[in-house]
Structure formats: structure tokens, C-alpha cells
């Protein structure tokens, strides 16, 4: 069975947890408080050295970091992630769009307004993340007003992983409501069988 | 033919050229300088709406954006990006890890030390990029320690991507001389047959 070491209210973590719901197949969850250090132990740092969660560690002991990596080889025998060369192709490209152009603006965002107090100095980043975060959320909207997901052939781990800190980018301060698509979009994540909502 | 819109001082951009220099296919480049607004015009918004190079135009006229998407697409059908499962999910891991670990940093670093003047506000952030960016080398230099390259099945799109913002990254301030390993490394990428140095 496959292990997971993750922290749920990671959006990162909760993009694996999401997969693994929806595939309805077994594993296990192993949550680990990156807030409190536990990634950056030497225990933890031996499975991955880049001290960063989430971490899989499959039924024959080998362990494969970073969220989209996982989320590939989890369904890569599956029709979240089609086996077509140019689907592949577009699928990727809205997962490196996802780490790239909407994770460190998006959720970065979420972070400070979440976790860090009032008069914390990264406050004064907010408004070129909002900046940021909203240029990737235009460029979604504008693609999600010609199609239902990110993919033309359907539901994907694209709509996975780009649903994780999208769902709830309010709580960085981003307003949805300029977005009806992208809602719509987020309507019909929630609606797959299998989904489950994100712990706090 | 494949048509790529990039350029070519861009890391992200000699990434592509790297990979279709190696493949010594046909292709054709159209430089895009994106520092001068040539990427926000309505003509290349309509190719490709997040407004960055590179951009992969096939030849029957489909676009796809993103450097390590790109790499993965023409490297599908070869040995820089074998067809084997787990192989296929280290690949993405070191894919995923440049644009989210790596690049953010060093790329980031090497930017503000190039193209900005003394004075740019933006000289301020070097601090904290380098902390990252050695974060970053570190974990690389741990992992070659052990092996020739990232992905212990040889040369593959992985070691592509990963280069193409380390070989230049003292440029943004940061020693290589740490890191005996990764030198050893760059130097059997350079080695490979129809290496291409960047252009500046």
C-alpha cells in the first residue's frame, strides 16, 4: 500500500489526498507538521532531502517528492492522466503553470493571511501577490470559459492539482466572484465522485 | 516543423534549444524578447495567454507553453525521457523541483545581477534568494554525489532543464566551487553530443 507523508492544510497535500479519494483505492496517510519542523528532520530529511511535504513512499520503500509528480504516477494508469502524447503534453502544462504562475502568488497569499500575525512584515508582499494571483486566475477563467475542464478530454489531475489552492484563494484576499467560469469550474470539481472537501 | 517562440538569454527558453540541439532535428526559432513588451501584445496573448516564452507552435499550428512541458512533449518518443513509469515520475520530480526550488532563486538572482541597475529596489531580495538558491544546489549535489545523473537511467530531459539555470548561476552571486559533484555534472552535460552553450 502506498504511504503518504503530508499535512492536509497544505494545498500541495491536499491536491495527493483529493487523487487518492477520487481513485478509491487504499493507502496511508501519514501527517507530518512542516510548521513545527518535522520536515526538517534528519529522519525526514533521509526520505527527501528537500525537507518539503508532500512525500510518497510506495509499497516497495521508494519515495517520490513534489505534489504534481505524484499526482502523475498515481494516475498515470488511469483516465485522470491519459496515456494520448499531446493530452499529456497540455496536462503538464497546467501542472508547471500550477507551481509556476499560480502556487507562489495564490497560495502564498493564503499563507500570510492565514498563518502569520497582523503586523508580520510579508504583509507588505500582499499586493504584488494579489497582482500575480490574479493574472493566473484571468488565464484560467479565459480558458475555462470555452471548455468544462482544463483538459479537453475531461476531468484531470490538471483539475486536481489547479482546484487545491483555488478553491480557497478568497482567504488570500482574491475575489472569485470576477470569475463565473472558474466557479462554475470549482462547482464541477466538487461534484466528481469520491471528493472531499479540504481539512483546515 | 516545430516552431518555438523563445529567447535565448532566457534559461527557460535554452532549455528547448538544448533539447532540439541534442535531438538534431529540424526546427524553427523565432526570437521573442519578452524585456521588450513582446509578449503582452494581442498577436502573442492570442498563442499563448499567460504572455511567457518559451511557446511550442506544432505544425499543425497547436500551441503549448511551458519550458518543461515543452521538454517532456519532444522528448516523448526518446531516451531522454523513457517510457518507464517510475523513471517517467523521477524525471517530473526534478522538473517539478526546478520551477518551484530551484528557478524562483537562481534564476531569480541571476536576473537582478544582470539586468538590473546597483540601485533597483529589487537587490534588497539577493539576501534571501541566495539562501534559497543554495537550498536548492545543495539538495543537487547530495543527490549527484551518488550518481552521474538526476535520474539514475542516464542523460535525460531532467539534467536538460536543471542546467540550464545552474551552469550560469554565478552570475547571480552564487560559488559552484561548494559543490564538486554538481560541477562534475555540468561538465558531462557539456559533454554530450550537440551540446549548445547559452547565448547571453
Given at each position: 500500500?502506498?504511504?503518504?507523508?503530508?499535512?492536509?492544510?497544505?494545498?500541495?497535500?491536499?491536491?495527493?489526498?483529493?487523487?487518492?479519494?477520487?481513485?478509491?483505492?487504499?493507502?496511508?496517510?501519514?501527517?507530518?507538521?512542516?510548521?513545527?519542523?518535522?520536515?526538517?528532520?534528519?529522519?525526514?530529511?533521509?526520505?527527501?532531502?528537500?525537507?518539503?511535504?508532500?512525500?510518497?513512499?510506495?509499497?516497495?520503500?521508494?519515495?517520490?517528492?513534489?505534489?504534481?509528480?505524484?499526482?502523475?504516477?498515481?494516475?498515470?494508469?488511469?483516465?485522470?492522466?491519459?496515456?494520448?502524447?499531446?493530452?499529456?503534453?497540455?496536462?503538464?502544462?497546467?501542472?508547471?503553470?500550477?507551481?509556476?504562475?499560480?502556487?507562489?502568488?495564490?497560495a502564498v497569499a493564503r499563507f500570510i493571511k492565514k498563518y502569520l500575525p497582523e503586523d508580520h512584515a510579508r504583509h507588505a508582499d500582499l499586493p504584488r501577490l494579489l497582482e500575480r494571483g490574479y493574472q493566473a486566475l484571468a488565464?484560467?477563467?479565459?480558458?475555462?470559459?470555452?471548455?468544462?475542464?482544463?483538459?479537453?478530454?475531461?476531468?484531470?489531475?490538471?483539475?486536481?492539482?489547479?482546484?487545491?489552492?483555488?478553491?480557497?484563494?478568497?482567504?488570500?484576499?482574491?475575489?472569485?466572484?470576477?470569475?463565473?467560469?472558474?466557479?462554475?469550474?470549482?462547482?464541477?470539481?466538487?461534484?466528481?465522485?469520491?471528493?472531499?472537501?479540504?481539512?483546515?
Amino acid at each position: 500500500m502506498n504511504t503518504i507523508y503530508g499535512m492536509k492544510s497544505s494545498g500541495n497535500c491536499y491536491k495527493v489526498q483529493l487523487l487518492l479519494e477520487i481513485l478509491a483505492g487504499p493507502y496511508r496517510w501519514v501527517e507530518v507538521n512542516s510548521a513545527a519542523g518535522e520536515t526538517r528532520t534528519p529522519e525526514y530529511l533521509a526520505k527527501n532531502p528537500n525537507g518539503k511535504v508532500p512525500l510518497l513512499e510506495t509499497e516497495e520503500g521508494k519515495y517520490l517528492p513534489e505534489s504534481n509528480a505524484i499526482l502523475c504516477y498515481l494516475a498515470s494508469d488511469t483516465n485522470l492522466f491519459p496515456k494520448d502524447k499531446w493530452l499529456q503534453a497540455n496536462i503538464l502544462q497546467w501542472l508547471f503553470f500550477e507551481q509556476y504562475s499560480h502556487e507562489p502568488y495564490v497560495a502564498v497569499a493564503r499563507f500570510i493571511k492565514k498563518y502569520l500575525p497582523e503586523d508580520h512584515a510579508r504583509h507588505a508582499d500582499l499586493p504584488r501577490l494579489l497582482e500575480r494571483g490574479y493574472q493566473a486566475l484571468a488565464v484560467m477563467e479565459k480558458h475555462l470559459a470555452g471548455q468544462e475542464y482544463l483538459v479537453e478530454s475531461g476531468f484531470s489531475i490538471a483539475d486536481i492539482a489547479l482546484f487545491a489552492y483555488t478553491h480557497d484563494a478568497a482567504i488570500g484576499g482574491f475575489d472569485l466572484s470576477r470569475y463565473p467560469h472558474l466557479q462554475n469550474w470549482l462547482q464541477r470539481v466538487r461534484l466528481q465522485t469520491g471528493f472531499v472537501a479540504q481539512e483546515n
